[in-house]
């Protein structure tokens, strides 16, 4: 990934370079040598300003140091870059593609896809360079159509058959949720290298589709490709989402066959694998042996014990990450409060989602809201569970209101569970399943006058067609 540069203006610059002396005659050194030293946008300014002085502003492999320290270094700014590049009166391909690059990592994509639409209506013809950093900004965009429209420009100049283009352009697809065209393009391929291969199995696997990934990777290895790292981490990945246990293991012999270096990427793959598959101890080894650990390694850990019920274990390695220099995020906390749910630590559970915004930094999201709502609910909390609903700065989802209910109907909660099937018929009229457990609960007490009404309702269907319907009885 590029540097980010900075976005906006600088101060006019104040420092000054200086040139050592010759045994004669000081000798300036060519601007474009000076520029590659620049260190500071400010010093990048000065060098302008001595070529608009010098009349050198016009010398293409100068300006194409300023504008490539301007759009793609951590102290840049791309405003300026983009000036540095109105400024050259014939700014050649290296220039466009430098700041089109700068600007598809920036924080406004939708600014490198304008600057291609303005390449194009000036005749600037586009190179097997430029859809590489076009690709960039439309999958930050996710923009399906955008990844359409760069297609078409690929086939328009010739390059739909260019390997490092067409993986782009995969990946592009992918990300932005149009992996049915993505998946038509590589089967278009005539040919494809092992990078194709690799960007369609991790398209898959990004996307949840497991299946597909681990049948593409069989099928690739059949093809006789050497799987490489990428490959295999996103073939690690798919056999957790699928429970693939078998695969995964033969995956994990054959790292230590190929003599693989077990990095943090694969690691954490191999420990994410385990875990999630309810294989604990080989997921504890393969994160015991790894040298160096990330967050997502920790999280990895923290979630799968979580999840197959050691939440006592899944809160030590918590309190164990919080000596290293290892600093939480907000997957780390679903993974520790998705433990407290599995303890019932409501109070410990409470604490930590209070402190979230306080003492970690960590604005809740719906995940640790939906978190909460389960902890109370089987807590007994029906009531404080529904109000924390009511405070969201979201709108709950049928998960969330699923959980509420699911609580409703363990504690006999009938009046809250009322209120909550009311709100999940609204967001899905055909969820009746919500209508059987609030009739059960209705049978529970003896309430069968409600039993009745309520199966009535779902034989007509009189709860989608009418708005405002009740699950209340009108008093006499």
Known sequence: MFRRPVIGK????????????????????????????????????????????????????????????????????????????????????????????????????????????????????????TFPFLLKACSSLQSVESCKQVHTQVVKVGLDLDFHVVNNLIRGYSVSSGLMHARQLFDEIPERNINVWTTMVCGYAQNDRAEDALALFNQMVAQRFEPNGPSLSSVLSACAQAGCLDMGEKIHRYLIEKGFGIGVILGTALV?????????????????????????????????????????????????????????????????????????????????????????????????????????????????????INRMPWKADLKIFGALLSACSSHGNIEVAERVVKKMVV???????????????????????????????????????TPGWSLVRDKD
């Not at 300003?49 to 016009?58: D, G, K, R, Y």
């Not at 294989?279 to 042996?289: D, E, G, I, V």
Request: charged share 20%.
């Open 10 to 129: 600088h101060p006019s610059p104040s420092s000054h370079f200086t040139v050592r002396p010759a045994h004669t005659q000081p000798q300036r050194p060519h601007l474009s040598l000076l520029a590659d030293k620049c260190t500071s946008i400010r010093q990048i300014q000065q060098i302008h300003a001595q070529m608009l002085v010098s009349a050198t502003i016009h010398d293409n492999f100068a300006a194409s140091r300023l504008i490539s320290f301007s759009a793609l270094s951590l102290d840049g700014d791309l405003i300026y870059a983009s000036k540095l590049l109105k400024s050259v009166q014939q700014p050649n391909m290296f220039m466009w593609n430098t700041l089109l690059r700068g600007l598809a990592v920036s924080p406004n994509p939708r600014e490198a896809v304008l600057l291609y639409v303005k390449m194009c209506r000036i005749g600037v013809t586009p190179g097997e360079h």
């Open 272 to 388: 994410n694998m385990y875990a999630k598959n309810g294989a604990l101890l080989m997921a504890r080894n393969c994160f015991n042996n790894m040298p160096q650990k990330n967050v997502v390694t920790w999280n990895a850990m923290i979630s799968g014990l979580a999840v197959h019920g050691h939440a006592k274990e899944a809160l030590e390695f918590f309190q164990e990450l919080e000596k290293h220099t290892v600093k939480p995020n907000d997957s780390t906390f679903v993974g520790v409060l998705t433990a407290c749910c599995h303890a019932g630590m409501v109070d410990f559970g409470r604490k930590i989602f209070n402190s979230l915004r306080n003492v970690y930094g960590i604005e809740p999201s719906i995940q640790h809201y939906g978190c909460m709502v389960d902890l109370l609910g089987r807590g007994g909390m029906v009531l404080e569970a529904e109000e924390l």
């Open 427 to 465: 967001l899905d009229h055909d969820n009746h399943g919500v209508y059987i457990v609030l009739s059960n609960m209705y049978a529970n007490v003896g309430r069968w006058d409600d039993v009745s009404r309520l199966r009535e309702i779902m034989k007509d269907g009189s709860l989608k067609k």
